[in-house]
């Protein structure tokens, strides 16, 4: 069938390796063997997310975009490698040896991914313990060879490598610094000229300003004051382009100290986008203290090992338990399973074969694949374009959106259902911002919408939905609102923040969908009065939105938030003039200017003042409880070791 055909993602990556003249030997070299990339080319083979993610990346191609359905025990993995990441940052290395040595005993650790990540993580971790720079390189060095044998012989620019290869080559040059700086220099600068030849844009972001900000130090340590500002600039310019906070702090921080340095050399010049720069720091730097201060706290290491992240992931068993009982059919009932090894899958007791999930889901009205989005091709590029559609409207960039989706239109196939409920339900957003459409008939139109992949959806009960599906669910919400059925709205919204915190699935793994609730669930509270849940709404969105590395709904919520402030009891003007001036702050740095202005707006309505004169540069004007209170930390970069010896 049409639909399983595109839905296949090893349909997808043949058609990219073929785009950029790839034989299946360059692409899969080192990684897996040649007949298992035959096999997911034709579809015979969903392979996990490891190696799906390694094959994309190694194509350029962000794997964000897709949600993957995954089965317990893969799930169990994935979520062990997001733990031992997050540990560095907590700084616990004996929890990361415990689980470490659970990894090792896996089974499909054999895989070389798997033997390349652990090596990463055991040699970095050691070296948290012991502070031996010299075994750390070597280690790291002998875990990038498991896939990339010739990394110290070739330009890399020779072979495709997915990001795990080259996070290894920036951790490479942070211990080779200190004795070998060209040597560093040069893995470094080559890494930056394959992520920008090879990688696209969402991929790109999680490497380059790794590379960049090492680079900007070792320009600082020169006393090279150009360099410095220009690759700070870049990393900056990187950063807030994609919404992306690891290193942003630190980044901003040296472009205003190279601004400030040539200033002083060239007798003035740019005060103005020093100025401007300063206090966007500043109110960054604010936020963090208040609501996530690890950032602050983090060491050089764990700078490098802080992600900008925005995987989705579903439990295959969840999916077709809700589904069936949504359904109101008896396990006994269907024909793809039996009624015993139904009950074990549905437990998750038993694994089921990624072909036997397919077939009960099919059965149940349901088509799904093992790797999802919002609209399903065989071309990527329809990703990027889905994907950055959806960028211009949370931007509030409405022409620009307008355009993108006519082009969609043209380019997909609408007889596969998931791509016809993706351009109806923007149409019938679209009719909703131009005022087009009763929001009562915009309503029944989403819902038709909502069910040619959700049939199983009902008012009382919901299963976790998928990223489309979720994003269909908020805006009836919104439109339950407008039509004067805000209490509906309400539990709407409370029932899907009930079905994702009832799936064993971490809220991180469904990063968009949660911030996006968090963000329209706390506005909607805070607007019916409901004040101390609306507050925690906020405060929960804020968290995961830097947890994850994402900075693009922290603005707004910081905007919902001085209107919780201001209708609060406390009348607390202080907290809403500083929530105000933060979330003004923190649009413009992430370029999002349009709410910025909006903010700017709401801001004098509410006190009749400019908010710029709560600036603190050129002169400061307030006190706030907001400014970070933790001292610096005492840097140990480049790491240091007496003991160190090239090798």
């Known amino acids: ?156 620019l020779n072979y495709c490598l997915c990001s795990q290869e080259l996070h290894l080559l920036i951790l490479i040059a942070y211990f080779m610094m200190p004795e070998n700086e060209v040597r560093a220099v040069w893995i470094l600068t080559e890494t930056i000229d394959y992520l920008e030849k090879r ?9 380059l300003p790794q590379c960049l900000w090492l680079l900007a130090e070792h320009s600082k340590r020169r006393g090279c004051w150009a360099e410095v500002e220009e690759y700070s600039r870049a990393g900056v310019e990187c950063l807030t382009k994609n919404g992306a906070l690891p290193l942003l702090r630190e980044l901003l921080g040296l472009r205003i100290e190279g601004l400030g340095k040539l200033r002083e050399e060239r007798g003035g010049g740019k005060e103005k986008e020093e100025e401007a720069l300063r206090n966007q720091l500043e109110s960054l730097e604010a936020v963090l203290a208040r609501y996530a201060d690890w950032v602050l706290g983090m060491d050089d290491l764990s700078k490098l090992h802080y992600f900008y992240h925005q995987d989705e992931v579903s439990l295959d068993y969840e999916m077709l338990r809700d589904m069936r009982k949504n359904q109101g059919i008896s396990q006994g009932a269907l024909q793809s399973c039996t009624q015993g090894s139904l009950s074990r899958i549905e437990n998750g007791k038993q694994s089921p074969s990624k072909r036997r999930v397919v077939e009960i889901a099919k059965e149940l009205g349901v088509n799904k694949s093992y790797y999802i989005s919002r609209v399903q091709s065989e071309d990527y590029d329809l990703y990027e374009l889905c994907h950055w559609r959806n960028q211009t409207i949370f931007n509030q960039e409405w022409d620009k959106a307008e355009k993108m989706l006519m082009e969609l239109e043209k380019m997909l196939d609408l007889s596969v259902p998931v791509n016809r409920q993706y351009i109806e339900a923007c149409r019938v957003g679209e009719k909703k911002v131009k005022k087009q459409i009763d929001p009562e008939e915009a309503l029944q139109k989403m819902e038709e919408a909502l069910r040619y992949t959700m049939p199983d959806y009902q008012k009382e009960k919901l299963r976790v939905p998928s990223r489309e599906e979720f994003v269909i669910l908020n805006q009836m919400a919104g439109l339950m609102r407008k039509a004067g059925r805000i209490e509906d709205g309400l539990k709407l919204r409370r029932d899907i923040l009930q079905a994702f915190r009832q799936s064993r699935v971490e809220e991180q793994y469904h990063t968009n969908s949660m911030l996006l609730l968090y963000l329209s669930y706390g506005e909607m509270l805070e607007v019916v009065g409901k004040l101390k849940l609306a507050k925690d709404m906020d405060i929960c969105g804020i968290k995961l939105d830097i947890f994850c590395g994402k900075g693009k709904i922290t603005g707004k919520i910081l905007a919902n938030l001085a209107y919780v402030y201001s209708k609060s009891k406390s009348d607390n003007k202080v907290l809403q003039k500083e929530h105000f001036l933060h979330s003004y702050q923190w649009c413009l740095l992430m370029k999002q200017t349009v709410v910025a202005e909006v903010v700017k707006e709401s801001y004098y309505d509410l006190f009749g003042e400019d908010i710029n004169v709560l600036l603190r540069h050129p002169h400061q004007m307030v006190q706030t409880d907001f400014r970070p209170l933790n001292p610096p930390l005492l840097r140990t970069f480049p790491p240091q070791n007496q003991g160190y010896l090239e090798e």
């Open 199 to 207: 990688y696209y844009e969402e991929e790109k972001v999680k490497l």
């Open 1 to 156: 069938m049409q639909d399983e055909r595109a839905t296949n993602l090893g349909k997808i990556i043949c058609q990219e390796r073929k785009k950029k003249g790839l034989l299946q030997e360059e692409l899969l070299r080192g990684i897996c063997q040649q007949g298992e990339l035959t096999k997911i080319e034709a579809g015979e083979r969903v392979p996990e997310k490891m190696l799906a993610d390694a094959l994309m990346q190694r194509l350029g191609r962000c794997t964000d975009t897709l949600e993957a359905i995954m089965s317990v025990e893969e799930y169990i993995l994935f979520d062990m490698r997001e733990t031992l990441q997050r540990h560095f940052y907590e700084k616990n290395y004996e929890k990361n040896c415990s689980l470490l040595e659970k990894y090792r005993r896996h089974k499909q650790v054999e895989q070389p991914l798997h033997q390349q990540f652990l090596g990463k993580y055991e040699a970095v971790n050691e070296y948290c313990r012991d502070n031996n720079a010299y075994n750390c390189l070597k280690r790291l060095k002998q875990a990038l060879e498991i896939t990339f044998p010739e990394w110290e012989r070739m330009p890399i």
